[in-house]
């Protein structure tokens, strides 16, 4: 239908225009001396038309026949880069599907754009660092190098790379830098978690480990094991400096100090240090809150106390968490160290029976040791090495 309406305006034009000039009795002088040109009006009109749709085709296809090789040249380009992307593609597939030896040999195509070639070569790098072909990794890092808008990314894979390899000052280098100019992602944030692990950087790990944590982007049990790991290694590296340990407690949020292996090693360290009072402290505070045989097994090694308090505060905590063995072993023990021979043997008993253990073995073996009955104390020193070697 649209053709039909078209043609009828084309007539209706061509009519309206016939009668137009059918009324049009003008005409056009030329004086171009010694000549003379005389036209009428409307023919006038007609060349004109005419020669105005001539000028136009001709200036139009003089353009064309102009920019012929520019658009050739942008042909050529198109077809690059469509290659190029499609390469890219290509590659990012076959490094997910785990097809490595195809990730390169597309990232080489991919290299012919400029668009794509630092993506590609990121790409290719991870591929043979899971190749481990270190060098071949590295060239293709010195070909990201050359694509400014892989900046970031290529700081970001150095750094990835480098915890890899166990580099950990590297990549701290490489996350520390990029963290001040303010690129504090998640990514960013676990390989620089993972690189100070690894430089044994506890007090960082545990820094980083509070912004990880404040994201969500670590399961908690994950969280909770590596608080642990970062509390005891930072204590080991104190020893035996008391005031350094007590600034490190200090520095804890509540949730960390309630964490039972946070506050045994804490207390454990502050007993080895010579501060038995701040270790006890800390004990009695984690044992209060939640019963944890870590911190029983502290306290029950820790002294300075009359035996009656000792005694009132293990029954305390029995009445409340019921009989423990961990903590029935410390009564035991208690017990023992005063010579409290009858109590001490009622109590590891109740622990042997509640479950054995090489520990409650020992200190039974012990008790009859120091009375003399040394068959029974024998007995139960094979019964702890049965145990021990998982007889």
């Known amino acids: 239908m649209r053709w039909i309406v078209w043609v009828l305006l084309a007539f209706a034009l061509a009519v309206g225009l016939a009668l137009m000039m059918r009324f049009n009795h003008g005409n056009v002088a030329i004086l171009w001396p010694p000549y003379r040109i005389e036209l009428s009006a409307n023919l006038a009109l007609v060349l004109l038309a005419v020669g105005f749709v001539t000028l136009h085709v001709v200036l139009n296809a003089t353009a064309r026949a102009l920019s012929l090789p520019q658009r050739v040249r942008d042909y050529r380009a198109r077809r690059r880069d469509e290659r190029a992307t499609t390469a890219l593609r290509d590659s990012v597939l076959a490094f ?33 660092q899971r190749l481990h072909e270190a060098e071949r990794r590295d060239r293709w890092l010195g070909h990201a190098a050359g694509a400014p808008e892989a900046a970031q990314a290529l700081e970001m894979t150095q750094a990835e790379l480098a915890v890899e390899d166990r580099r950990p000052e590297q990549a701290i280098e490489i996350v520390e830098r990029m963290h001040a100019g303010g690129a504090r992602h998640l990514v960013s944030l676990w390989t620089a978690l993972r690189a100070y692990e690894q430089a044994e950087r506890w007090d960082e790990v545990l820094r980083t480990l509070r912004l990880v944590e404040k994201r969500d982007a670590l399961h908690p049990a994950a969280v909770r094991r590596m608080r642990i ?143 003399d009955r040394t068959d029974a104390a024998a007995t139960h020193y094979r019964e702890a090495a049965r145990l021990a070697a998982g007889a």
Do not use: N
Not at 272 to 295: C, H, T, V, W, Y
């Open 96 to 128: 997910f599907e785990g097809r490595l030896g195809r990730v390169e040999r597309h990232a080489s195509l991919a290299q012919a754009s400029p668009a794509t070639a630092g993506a590609a070569a990121l790409i290719a790098a991870r591929s043979a």
């Open 229 to 371: 790991r970062a509390t005891e290694g930072a204590l080991a590296r104190m020893s035996a400096d008391g005031p350094a340990i007590r600034e490190l407690w200090r520095s804890l949020r509540s949730d960390e100090r309630a964490l039972p292996e946070v506050a045994s090693a804490f207390a454990g360290a502050l007993a080895a240090a010579g501060a038995p009072d701040d270790a006890r402290r800390i004990a009695e505070q984690g044992l209060d809150a939640a019963f944890s045989e870590s911190l029983i097994g502290v306290y029950g090694r820790l002294g300075g106390l009359p035996l009656r308090t000792r005694l009132e505060r293990l029954e305390g905590w029995r009445q409340r968490y019921g009989d423990e063995p961990a903590l029935l072993l410390a009564l035991g023990r208690t017990c023992a160290g005063e010579r409290l021979w009858g109590k001490a043997e009622e109590y590891l008993v109740l622990a042997l029976r509640g479950r054995p253990t090489v520990a409650v073995h020992v200190a039974l073996g012990e008790l009859y040791e120091a009375i």
